[in-house]
C-alpha cells in the first residue's frame, strides 16, 4: 500500500530523470523531454524539483542550461561529445504530435557521476520512462540512480513508448523498481503482451501491477477520459474540452501535478481534478513547459 501521507508537511525533493532535448515544433525548437517537463511541472505544484540529464557542447545545449535556469529548475546536465537531443514534431489537425527522434544524443550517454549519486539519495520523488533507456550507458546511470533513492521514496515509470526504442527488459527492469506506474491507451495493449495478459482492460493490467507491488496506476485516454487506481481506490475523470494548440507535455503536467498533489496531502479525486485541469491548460498553449496559473493548481 502507498502511504502519501508520510509526506505531508515536508520540503519535498523531486527529479526528472532521463532525456533533456528539444521539440522541434512548426512554430519553432521547444524545450522538452518527458522528465524535463515533469520536473518543470512539480516545481510548479510547490517540489523542489531538478533534472538529471546531458547535453552537447553546443547552442541547443547551452540553450537548455538557460531554459531551465529562467525557469527556476535546478538541472544536472552533464556535458559530452554528442550533440544535444532533439525531436521533429508533427501535428495533426487536433494538435495530437508524431515524433522522429535523433539518435546517439548526449542524453544517450549520460554518465553516472558521483555527483548525480549524491542528488538520487536525497530525493523522495522521481520520475523515468523507456526513451532516455534506449542506449545501454544511460540505462545502466539510470538504473544505479534510482537504485541510490532512498527506500521511503517513490519512483514512477512514466512508460512513454516511443516508435521502436523500447524493449522487454527495459520495461521488466523498470518495473522492478517503480511502486507507480502511468501508460496511455495505445501503450497498455504493449505492456498487457509483455505480461501475458492477451486482451486485458486497466482494471486487469493493475491487479497484475499489484501483485508486483505497484500500487498506483494511472491511466489516461487522450480527449475521452483518465482514470486513476491507489490502493483501494479509484478516481476516473472526462478530459475537459479546450481549443487545442498542441498536446506536448500535457501527459507530464498531469502525472507532475496528480502526484506533486498526492504528496502535498490532497485526496486521490482532488488531486486527480487538478491533474486533469492543469494538462488541459497545458494543451491550450504551444510548447510542454507553459507557466500554469497558479489558482488551478488551488
Known amino acids: 500500500m502507498l502511504d502519501f501521507a508520510k509526506f505531508k ?91 522522429a527522434f535523433a539518435e546517439d544524443t548526449a542524453y544517450d550517454n549520460i554518465r553516472l557521476t558521483p555527483g548525480a549519486l549524491e542528488m538520487a539519495r536525497r530525493l523522495d520523488l522521481s520520475c523515468f520512462g523507456t526513451l532516455a533507456q534506449r542506449c545501454e550507458m544511460s540505462r545502466r546511470s539510470l538504473m544505479a540512480l534510482l537504485d541510490a533513492m532512498p527506500k521511503a521514496s517513490l519512483r514512477i515509470f512514466d512508460v512513454n513508448l516511443r516508435g521502436k526504442y523500447y524493449s522487454g527488459a527495459v520495461i521488466e527492469d523498470s518495473l522492478k523498481r517503480a511502486q507507480i506506474l502511468k501508460c496511455n491507451d495505445e501503450e497498455l495493449p504493449v505492456l498487457c503482451d509483455l505480461a501475458g495478459l492477451k486482451n486485458a482492460d486497466p482494471e486487469e493490467y493493475f491487479s497484475y501491477l499489484r501483485s508486483r507491488g505497484i500500487d498506483c496506476f494511472v491511466y489516461t485516454e487522450g480527449a475521452l ?74
Not at 21 to 47: I, T, V, Y
Not at 54 to 69: I, Y
Not at 241 to 269: C, E, N, P, W, Y
Open 9 to 99: 508537511g515536508r520540503r519535498l525533493r523531486c527529479a526528472g530523470l532521463g532525456e533533456v532535448l528539444f521539440d522541434l515544433l512548426p512554430s519553432g525548437p521547444r524545450l522538452g523531454g518527458a522528465p524535463a517537463n515533469f520536473a518543470f511541472h512539480c516545481r510548479q505544484n510547490g517540489l523542489d524539483a531538478a533534472v538529471v540529464s546531458a547535453v552537447g557542447r553546443d547552442e541547443l545545449g547551452e540553450k537548455a542550461r538557460e531554459e531551465l535556469a529562467l525557469r527556476f529548475v535546478p538541472a544536472l546536465l552533464l556535458e559530452n561529445e554528442h550533440e544535444t537531443g532533439y525531436v521533429k514534431v508533427a501535428l495533426d489537425e487536433q494538435g495530437v504530435p508524431s515524433y
Open 225 to 298: 477520459q483518465s482514470s486513476v487506481w491507489l490502493n483501494d481506490e479509484k478516481s476516473v475523470l472526462p478530459t475537459p474540452q479546450v481549443a487545442v494548440a498542441d498536446t506536448v507535455g500535457a501527459g507530464d503536467a498531469f502525472t507532475a501535478t496528480l502526484l506533486s498533489q498526492l504528496m502535498l496531502g490532497r485526496g486521490l479525486k482532488k488531486a486527480h481534478t487538478l491533474a486533469v485541469n492543469a494538462a488541459a491548460f497545458v494543451c491550450t498553449r504551444e510548447g510542454a513547459m507553459p507557466e500554469i496559473p497558479q489558482e488551478l493548481l488551488r
